[in-house]
């Protein structure tokens, strides 16, 4: 065995010998006797010191120094000593290296020992170090049994890394059992999921949008079987609708770029001509090889869609004659301005208002005016075409858009067109019905190009045709906007006019035909404007009764005129009548706890108070009315029909009706003297009075003539600019109050 694998300890001995015999000392032996062997800390770990034996032999092998250093003296008797042949042929070995274990005669220790032998050239000496086996021995155990202990410890350690790796080993074959089970599952209910989806999940190549994976909803948005979509190689954009196609490849380029989600609705045309609303859901997604795909969910909400049409089509349509209504009409108008801004392309809006509509309705009933209205409709149809939009804004009100028309002389043709339509007979059962129509009309851009505005000045312009008559068109022109502006200027004015009590009651006596005695007055209301002074009721009335502050205005009267004259009758001592006149708009149930209310304030007998009324009032909901006014007149109130002959003089409603007393109007009363038909009007309302038992007025007498003619016809009373005009309060009070005291004081004084 090689010293220098097999044994350290006795290789750095060898190497300490052959240091020792190289040294520069006078003499080998005093060489060898220099050796250190406290050097050799190796030797002394392992043995005790006195089993080391150090031997010098000459080159012929004779013993010339024994050293055996736990002897205080070294055998001497051994010296001289011929050295034995193993020894000369260690000379040799130990060039190499090697070991021999071999007996010694000269081992004191008389124990197997290991000879380290090496040779001096200079001094032609060998030397030899015996060193018992069991100190060899015992390195080679300490090293075997540190090889064991590290190799039983790396074979625990083994071991145990082996049961770790087995044990893992296991727990991921069970995880991966339960997640391949868990992935049969998720993909058996993935499946189940997919093919029983009420649509399709689907996934196609881009640009070519053939269909590469279809599921078997497929049945239910395309009417094919997946696999037959498949083989033939089928693309996407084959079922699109044509009118949906641009639209949907314009909006999915910006997905592509972006590569995001989507979201689109279009039509689908199936193979047999089936149409079909679908919801595309999906997104863009990349290929492992690069290229571009698309997945997605188709659902099939044709069902969804026609619903959602007709909600839309009821919410823009007229249900009484499936024209557009208002709301549509109006969003027509609005975005065609607001996309047509820059090139302000022309249209016409033909405001038409039925004339005479209100009488049908109320006389015939409002079934028969129904279906008037869609009688109208129709006609209206035929007469504009497809291009225009042709709409009923409410009642009997309807407007035509006329788009891009080539000149007014196209738009009057219209209008004439459906002036004469409108203007022939209407067979309703056994009604034959004869109207007309008003048709205002404005231009775009020309009057405005606000919508709001067009429509309010195609209005204005329809109620001036109808002050010339009905039956004809009217332009808008920029004096009906300043007309306009003055009424509207007029109606706010009048809402301040109502809060700082701008308004006075004016009074015209209302007298006995045969003697002038007065009998009472009539309240006329006057506004006293701050900067333009009185204006009359004309002006005023019809915007009040429009905008509903006839209410107010009306209320403040009656209060004003049951005060003055129950003053007055309380005064005087008189039973004086106040005749007030009351709007269709304050006829209702507060307004009978209202006349209650005003006659126990002031402490006015119900006899003193008269309510006019007009015969327009009376046919405007005429059961409702005759309710109400019963009501009041179970007060004690008395009513007045005023204008009596000039509307529709329903004789039946004038007996159901708790009418006391008949106003014969003007109109009659102006030419009685002059016109025989006149006179034999009047002759027959006062006649049918007196058969009635009701009493008699006469209004605008303005000369001794006509008055004498109604003393012929034997009328109770009149009033009129002949005995006097409407007077302030003051006035009043002063001429026929204080005046007919003062008469009446010196007529007792000469009694």
């Given amino acids: 065995m090689l010293v220098r694998e097999q044994y350290p300890v006795l290789h750095g001995l060898q190497q300490q010998l052959h240091a020792a015999a190289r040294s520069d000392s006078a003499t080998p032996l005093a060489r060898f006797q220099a050796i250190n062997w406290q050097a050799l800390p190796t030797i ?77 050239q200079h001094s032609q000496t060998i030397i030899e170090l015996s060193i018992p086996a069991q100190v060899v021995y015992q390195q080679y155990r300490e090293k075997l049994l540190i090889s064991a202990f590290f190799w039983l410890l790396l074979s625990l350690v083994l071991a145990f890394t082996r ?37 399709c999940v689907y996934k196609s190549a881009y640009p070519s949008y053939l269909l590469t994976f279809v599921t078997q909803g497929s049945e239910n948005i395309f009417n094919c079987d997946a696999q037959v979509l498949i083989s033939r190689q089928a693309s996407l954009l084959d079922f ?59 659902l099939d909400i044709t069902d969804h869609k026609l619903s959602q049409q007709q909600v839309e089509y009821l919410a823009t349509r007229d249900p009484l004659t499936e024209l557009a209504n208002r709301y549509c009409f109006n969003d027509e108008i609005i975005n065609h301005i607001n996309s047509d801004q820059e090139h302000e392309i022309p249209f016409a809006l033909l405001y038409i208002d039925l004339d005479r509509f209100k009488t049908i309705n109320d006389s015939l009933g409002h079934q028969l005016g129904d279906r008037l209205l869609k009688l109208v409709a129709e006609r209206l149809h035929v007469v504009v075409e497809d291009r225009h939009l042709l709409s009923r804004l409410g009642g009997d009100e309807f407007i035509i858009m006329m ?21 022939q007979t209407f067979q309703l059962d056994y009604y034959k019905l004869s109207t007309s129509c008003s048709i205002g009309i404005s231009l775009y851009p020309d009057d405005s190009t606000e919508s709001y505005v067009l429509m309010r000045n195609a209005d204005t312009a329809m109620y001036k045709a109808k002050e010339k008559g009905g039956n004809c068109y009217q332009f808008f022109t920029t004096d009906m906007n300043r007309q306009a502006h003055a ?56 915007i009040a009764e429009e905008t509903g502050l006839i209410k107010d205005i009306g209320d403040w009267v009656l209060d004003e005129a049951c005060r003055t004259f129950s003053q007055w009758n309380q005064e005087f001592g008189l039973k004086l009548q106040i005749s007030v006149n009351v709007s269709v708009r304050q006829l209702d149930d507060l307004f009978v706890f209202r006349v209650q209310e005003l006659l126990k304030k002031h402490n006015m007998p119900a006899s003193q108070l008269e309510l006019e009324i007009t015969e327009s009032l009376l046919m405007d909901n005429p059961q409702e009315n005759i309710r109400l006014l019963e009501n009041i007149n179970k007060l004690g109130v008395e ?9 529709y003089s329903s004789l039946s409603y004038l007996k159901q009706f708790p009418v006391s007393k008949l106003k014969i109007d003007r109109a009659f009363i102006n030419d009685i003297t002059t016109d025989k038909d006149d006179e034999a009007i009047v002759q027959a309302i006062i006649a049918m009075a007196k058969t009635l038992k009701l009493k008699l007025v006469a209004e605008g007498v303005e000369n001794h003539e006509q008055l004498s003619r109604l003393r012929d016809l034997e009328c109770d009373s009149y009033q009129g600019y002949y005995f006097s005009k409407p007077l302030p309060q003051q006035v009043f009070y002063e001429r026929h109050l204080l005046t007919a005291e003062s008469r009446r004081s010196a007529t007792t004084l000469q009694s």
């Fill in 639 to 647: 009513f007045a029909m005023d204008d009596f002959g000039t509307g």
């Fill in 487 to 542: 009424r509207l200027t007029l109606e706010n004015e009048l809402r301040k006019a109502i809060k700082t009590h701008q308004f006075e009651v004016f009074y015209q006596p209302q007298v006995s035909t045969w003697d002038n005695r007065l009998l009472g007055a009539e309240a006329l209301v006057r506004w006293n404007h701050p900067q333009r002074g009185i204006i009359s009721p004309v002006d005023f009335i019809p």
């Fill in 163 to 199: 049961h770790i790796i087995i044990r893992w080993q296991r727990q991921t074959q069970v995880k991966e059992h339960t997640y391949l089970q868990a992935l049969d599952k998720a993909e058996s209910t993935t499946s189940l999921f997919i093919n029983n989806i009420q649509g």
């Fill in 240 to 298: 699109i609708h044509p009118g949906d196609k641009d639209a949907f490849l314009r909006q999915l380029e910006k997905h592509i770029r972006e590569q995001s989600a989507f979201e689109f609705i279009f039509r689908l045309t199936l193979p047999d001509q089936e149409i079909k609303w679908v919801m595309n859901r999906g997104r863009v997604t990349i290929e492992k090889n690069g290229v571009l795909a698309l997945e997605g969910l188709l």
């Fill in 44 to 120: 002394r770990r392992t043995g005790p010191t006195r089993s080391l034996q150090l031997n010098l032999f000459s080159q012929d092998g004779r013993l010339l120094y024994i050293d055996y250093p736990s002897q205080q003296q070294a055998p001497e008797h051994l010296l001289g000593e011929q050295a034995p042949l193993r020894v000369i042929q260690s000379v040799t070995t130990a060039a190499r290296g090697q070991l021999e274990l071999v007996p010694s005669h000269l081992n004191l220790t008389n124990q197997k020992s290991y000879h380290l032998v090496s040779a001096d």
């Fill in 403 to 423: 788009k891009e028309p080539s000149g007014r002389d196209e738009i009057i043709h219209l209008a004439k067109r459906v002036t004469h339509t409108l203007s």
